[in-house]
């Protein structure tokens, strides 16, 4: 004897989280504030503009704060510092300097980091992230956080960092130490010089270093999300229910409404002017009306049992059969219930309907 085998699918019970997160559960979790982004592109982007800017304005920057110094070693010389006014007139030249020289700067970096948000997050509003949640009181919910996989995937992150920066710095210092060397016997003009193009190079070099960490990041925490937003075939299936309805619900509904169609084609029948069968397999109930089709057009049809109770129906109203099994069969695949005969049937149809008026003519 055959043993009898169950296939039980196990993750229904358990609530493994094996499938991929659906679209509502992304939209769901995206007001929530839970977005896909890494961080560190948004700061490696922002500071590539900002090494990038202070390169291409490092003149200007120069010029400014020059203009400063000589500004300030004017007024040393003056009486302007003796009153509380020129003190005040002190600072807000302060402040005018130092904003001059360093906005196209942080300019820069502040207008990359908003694109560099914006290409990843897109248009995002939301205060969730501002509720204050309970679980993060917890200490011991702390203590989990901190020794988690992300907390130790920011720690190698960190490490990655200065590991990187730091051997980026020593191969440029190593293989441009002897411009060092040299530079003692320049001016100090040229010294500043020198001393600017060599920290903007290298402040390259260990931007483009940090990108590379950024790269893996950003594929890093593309996993980490989808595998957050992970579900099990339980989770999926209750979405389903209340996205779409309950398919046993769907099914009785749908269930009623051919009923409800039923009841309505049955109650044609008698307006019927001849029913073609097959005989027994089919039954088409025509009708002609030339106030409201310019050809015969079906009214009912149906195959098997509900062919039966076609012809039981048109029997009790008095309806003629007629047996023509092609013209039978070809209605019944080609043409539902409310459409006009085929040019092609109409020959056939024409024939019948002639024959039941005649019948009708005799009597």
Do not use: C, W
């Amino acid at each position: 004897m055959k043993p009898i085998t169950f296939n039980i699918d196990l993750q229904l019970f358990t609530g493994e989280k094996t499938e991929k997160a659906t679209s509502k559960k992304k939209q769901d979790s995206r007001k929530k504030g839970q977005v896909l982004q890494s961080k560190e592109v948004n700061t490696t982007v922002s500071l590539m503009a900002s090494v990038l800017a202070l390169k291409i304005a490092g003149g200007f920057m120069f010029r400014t704060v020059a203009e400063a110094i000589y500004f300030f070693k004017d007024i040393l010389y003056s009486d302007i510092l003796s009153t509380t006014m020129g003190g005040y007139r002190a600072v807000l030249y302060v402040v005018f300097f130092v904003t001059k020289a360093v906005f196209i700067v942080i300019g820069a970096g502040f207008v990359a980091a908003f694109i560099s948000s914006r290409i990843q997050v897109g248009s995002l509003f939301t205060t969730e992230t501002l509720k204050v949640k309970p679980e993060r009181l917890n200490p011991i919910e702390g203590f989990k956080r901190i020794f988690s996989l992300k907390s130790l995937v920011e720690l190698v992150k960190s490490l990655l960092k200065i590991s990187i920066v730091g051997f980026v710095g020593f191969l440029y210092l190593r293989d441009n130490f002897g411009l060092v060397l040299k530079s003692m016997e320049l001016s100090k003009v040229q010294f500043s010089y020198l001393l600017y193009d060599f920290a903007m190079n290298l402040a390259i070099r260990m931007t483009f270093a940090i990108l590379i960490i950024a790269i893996l990041d950003f594929f890093y925490q593309r996993y980490d999300y989808e595998k957050n937003l992970k579900m099990s075939k339980q989770e999926v299936k209750e979405e389903y229910k209340q996205s779409e309805g309950d398919p046993q619900v769907k099914a009785k509904i749908k269930e009623k409404q051919r009923a409800a169609a039923m009841r309505r084609m049955m109650q044609e029948i008698p307006k019927a002017d001849v029913i073609i069968t097959n005989p027994t397999h089919f039954a088409i109930a025509i009708k002609y009306d030339e106030s409201k089709f310019d050809a015969p057009y079906i009214i009912a049809k149906g195959k098997n049992l509900i062919a039966q109770n076609i012809k039981e129906k048109a029997r009790e109203g008095g309806i003629p059969l007629v047996e023509n099994k092609p013209l039978a069969q070809a209605l019944y695949k080609e043409i539902e219930i409310g459409q006009m005969v085929p040019p092609e049937l109409y020959e056939a149809v024409a024939e019948v309907l002639a024959y039941v008026y005649s019948l009708k003519g005799a009597v």
